[in-house]
């Protein structure tokens, strides 16, 4: 199943109930510190951990970065971080308008030639903030696709919905500024933000093949116990991967370069105050009722400080990367590994659990919604089911189930209604429940129902397409215990 670079697996919710936030969980400080890097110490995970707060910074590697020759993960180790990629691609957007060479208020047709008509006034504002409209993907990571071959298949890809509307996440439109950047500078894009944000930034070891690095440093990727190479030697391009991910993802670098960004960006000699206030702006919720919103190449999170979290994770299904910044409480954590696993995913939101004590709950985590994880594997587990039981809650699944394959807005509005229960809605409308399933039905996009699965009396799955091919989704359900025709949770992982 084809991964996303802005979680490892897509997880649309219909937000039925608020985040939790505001618990106290301890007294934090160093000794919560203390005790999750002892905790990790204790488990599988293969990786590094940078944490600074308040001036003291703590740099720590787990496992081996090469377990064949016994060589550790440290602070120079270099990782694959997916698409933390993205905030270079809109830093160096900003510098380019700083310059004076174009506007985030641009259209994509003043760079790139013979795009559609639907196509032609995309902004490049809607590129970074995930409107344009764009498929997720066209393709694999490693196809061989060279810029011009990339660009005529946007050309040849109907978008989903009209720009600027919604916001549906695409590494295809990072991909296209990551062109735009070519284009405008007559560079590679690499080669630019060498020059123009790792050089004055003091990281020496970022970015894709130009980086003179020595193999021992670089981590191999492992999928359970099979090594899959480091992320180098798989089909790359002479001067870097092919353009299915270039721009959005699969830059290479440390822990000891992401602080140094961090540090950079503290200043004004990369990105000037004005240049930060979009870089950081709440341009758009990430999805209808959302509480987190997107920026240029960076999602924001409210804290239960009232203060916000500049952050962006990515990951392949064997590196994965967090980046945690605090910028209000002076706290940084920068999270990668090589090995991934599901329980990875968490490791840096729990660090800034036990530094700050306030009972943060990671975005993607909502006790109240919170499903078994969605995956292959527990489908695996399970024996799929000719027709959901006449029950109460198979009759409330297989009512949702009809609706993805196509309903209007009253057959949405009206499921909502009669189907979500009110101490469930949290802050969100009626009508923006029935906007949110109506945002699943496109992101599904007329798949056929393969396969249905029954987890316990409560719990429905059904496969989309064909998910063992990258071209599917599954779809979960979860049913109120206290009143089985009540929906508790909605979930997709594609």
């Known amino acids: ?18 985040v939790a936030s505001g618990c106290s969980s301890g007294d934090g400080g160093p000794a919560g510190l203390d005790d999750a890097l002892a905790e990790l110490r204790d488990s599988s995970f293969s990786g590094v951990v940078l944490v600074a707060s308040r ?45 004076g060479q174009l506007s985030t208020d641009d259209t994509l047709s003043t760079y790139l030639p013979n795009l559609t008509p639907e196509q032609q006034d995309i902004t490049l504002h809607e590129l970074l903030t995930h409107t344009a409209g764009l498929p997720d993907a066209l393709g694999s990571d490693y196809e061989p696709v060279a810029r011009d071959a990339y660009l005529q298949l946007v050309v040849d890809t109907p978008l989903l919905q009209d720009p600027g509307q919604l916001y549906r996440y695409s590494n295809v439109g990072y991909s296209l500024l990551a062109a735009v950047i070519e284009v405008v500078t007559g560079d590679s894009y690499e080669s630019y933000l060498q020059e123009t944000l790792f050089e004055p930034a003091g990281m020496t070891s970022t970015g894709y093949v130009l980086p003179d690095w020595d193999d021992r440093i670089v981590a191999v990727g492992y999928d359970g116990d099979r090594p899959a190479g480091r992320p180098h030697e798989l089909p790359w391009a002479d001067d870097g991967p092919y353009w299915h991910l270039r ?7 440390t822990a000891d370069d992401m602080y140094r960004w961090h540090e950079a960006l503290l200043g004004n000699d990369i990105l000037d105050d004005e240049a930060k206030a979009k870089y950081y702006g709440r341009h758009v919720t990430e ?17 239960p400080s009232d203060t916000w979290l500049v952050t962006h994770n990515g990951g392949n299904g064997i590196f994965f990367a967090d980046f945690l910044r605090f910028l209000d409480e002076d706290l940084t954590i920068f999270v990668a590994t090589n090995s991934a696993s599901t329980a990875d995913e968490d490791v840096a939101f729990r660090i800034a659990d036990a530094v700050l004590g306030h009972g943060l709950v990671s975005p993607e985590e909502d006790d109240a919604c919170a499903l078994s994880d969605v995956d292959l594997d527990l489908l695996a587990t399970l024996t799929a089911i000719d027709e959901l039981p006449a029950t109460a809650a198979g009759a409330t699944a297989a009512e949702l189930f009809a609706l993805l394959g196509g309903s209007d807005d009253a057959a949405r509005r009206d499921y909502v209604t009669h189907h979500v229960a009110d101490e469930l809605r949290g802050e969100l409308t009626i009508d923006e429940l029935a ?42 359900i979860r049913l109120d215990e206290t009143d089985p025709t009540k929906v508790r949770c909605v979930g997709v992982a594609a």
């Not at 809109?90 to 308008?97: H, P």
């Not at 721009?247 to 670098?253: A, E, F, P, R, V």
């Open 1 to 18: 199943m084809r991964n996303t670079r802005r979680r490892p697996v897509l997880a649309l919710w219909l937000a039925l109930a608020v």
């Open 55 to 99: 001036g003291d910074v703590t740099v720590e590697g787990f496992g081996n970065a090469d377990r064949a020759d016994t060589i550790p993960n440290g602070p120079e180790t270099v990782f694959d971080i997916g698409s933390l990629t993205k905030q270079f691609t809109g830093a160096a957007i900003l510098r380019l308008e700083m310059d």
């Open 247 to 253: 721009g959005n993802g699969g830059l290479l670098s």
């Open 287 to 303: 999805g209808p009722g959302a509480q987190t919103y997107y920026g240029y190449g960076w999602a924001l999170f409210p804290t």
């Open 435 to 476: 906007e949110a399933l109506r945002q699943v039905q496109v992101e599904l996009d007329g798949l056929p129902a393969e396969a249905l699965y029954q987890e316990d009396d409560l719990s429905f799955h059904v496969v989309m397409g064909a998910p063992a091919t990258g071209l599917g989704a599954i779809v979960s």
